[in-house]
């Protein structure tokens, strides 16, 4: 299927309060403006070379959502240039984010990322640790936490819908509180796969790639993130 065709399909199954985010890491510029031309204003990058090269090359009104692991040493490159980190998932990581935003006068929004499998091979922080990043964040003057977001493991409907409800769980208890900096505002859960899954749990945000663009193809076994 041609990729407006894709974004006309995906985008009949979610609800107008959920906001779609086109995976567009690999694809080419003239492959984002096929999206772009729907309506779409929100793409999601995971490196950061790639991302400010595309940055460069594509329309100015574009929402850019950094998605993948953050290198401490790469944040200066991507300040004032995202509309959302997702990818907060190290007390060393606030620290440069607010360090690099603030020597630029600017204010990161970030989501906290959680790795709800407790995967290993995965970044995010585990759920007993997010009380010391959150009391980090509110000392922040250059970080707001926006909400969080969540890589799940690959499983079947109902593992997924597990992991999914326990963060929609963790969301809403943190959005009672009165944290300073902090506002549960974005849930980011559900990708291709899994995306009306976690719509169905309480994702507000969903990152999808290859439902449409197709198929992504990595040259020298480039990994993913
Ligand atoms: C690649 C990627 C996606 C999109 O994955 P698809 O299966 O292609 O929809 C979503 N989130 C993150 C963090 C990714 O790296």
Known sequence: MAIVDNVVSVQKNIPSNVTLIAVSKTKSIEEMKEVYSTGIRDFGENKVQELTF????????????????????????????????????SLRLLEEI??????????????????????????????????????????????KVKGLMA????GNEAECREYFSRMKQLWDKLGQRNYENIEMKYLSMGMTGD?????????????????????????NKQKEE
Request: hydrophobic share 35%; with cysteine.
């Open 195 to 219: 995306y009306e899954i976690a719509i169905s749990e309480g994702s507000n945000m969903v990152r999808v790639g290859e439902g449409i663009f197709g198929k992504r193809i990595y040259l």
């Open 54 to 89: 595309k940055i460069g090359e594509f329309y100015d009104d574009v929402r850019w959502h950094f998605i993948g692991h953050l290198q401490r040493n790469k944040v200066k490159y991507i300040v004032g240039k995202v509309s959302l980190i997702h990818t907060l998932d």
């Open 151 to 154: 890589i799940i493991p690959k």
């Open 98 to 143: 607010e360090k690099q935003y603030k020597a630029s006068g600017l204010t990161a929004e970030v989501l906290i990322e959680i790795n709800i499998g407790r995967e290993e091979s995965k970044s995010g922080i585990y759920i007993e640790q997010i009380d010391e990043i959150i009391e980090a964040c509110e000392k922040c003057s250059n970080v």
